[in-house]
């Protein structure tokens, strides 16, 4: 079956960095859109950054652009968030999905597997 499992969440001061990683496997990783959404408590899931099958392209949600940046291994079937400058508001579960999409990149209802989540908590 497919699995989506992420790592690399923790506890940070702001300003610091954190890379997440997540691991796919069950699935011709190379054919699927990743992205990275995040929920904090109390609010709804937010798009954070997503990458095309090959890598080539990218998009990231406003309040991560030029912070976060998004990139993926195919041969390792991993994708990963390196996340810079972080900021309280950055506190939240992060959890990777995967789709055969290829536009609405932004809507979590296009992606088929989801992870279970990373927390990640910037403490100010």
């Known amino acids: 079956q497919v699995q989506l499992v992420e790592s690399g969440g923790g506890l940070v001061q702001a300003g610091g960095s954190l890379r997440l990683s997540c691991a796919a496997s069950?699935?011709?990783?190379?054919?699927?859109?990743m992205g990275w959404f995040r929920q904090a408590p109390g609010k709804e899931r937010d798009f954070v950054a997503a990458?095309?099958?090959?890598?080539?392209?990218?998009s990231y949600a406003d309040s991560v652009k030029g912070r976060f940046t998004i990139s993926r291994d195919n041969a390792k079937n991993t994708v990963y968030l390196q996340m810079s400058s972080l900021k309280p508001e950055d506190t939240a579960v992060y959890r990777c999905?995967?789709?055969?999409?290829?536009?609405?990149?932004?809507?979590?209802?296009?992606?088929?597997?989801w992870g279970q989540g990373t927390q990640v908590t910037v403490s100010s």
């Open positions: 999905a995967a789709g055969l999409i290829s536009y609405s990149w932004r809507n979590a209802g296009g992606y088929n597997y």
């Open positions: 069950g699935l011709t990783f190379s054919s699927y859109t």
């Open positions: 990458i095309n099958w090959s890598g080539g392209f990218t």
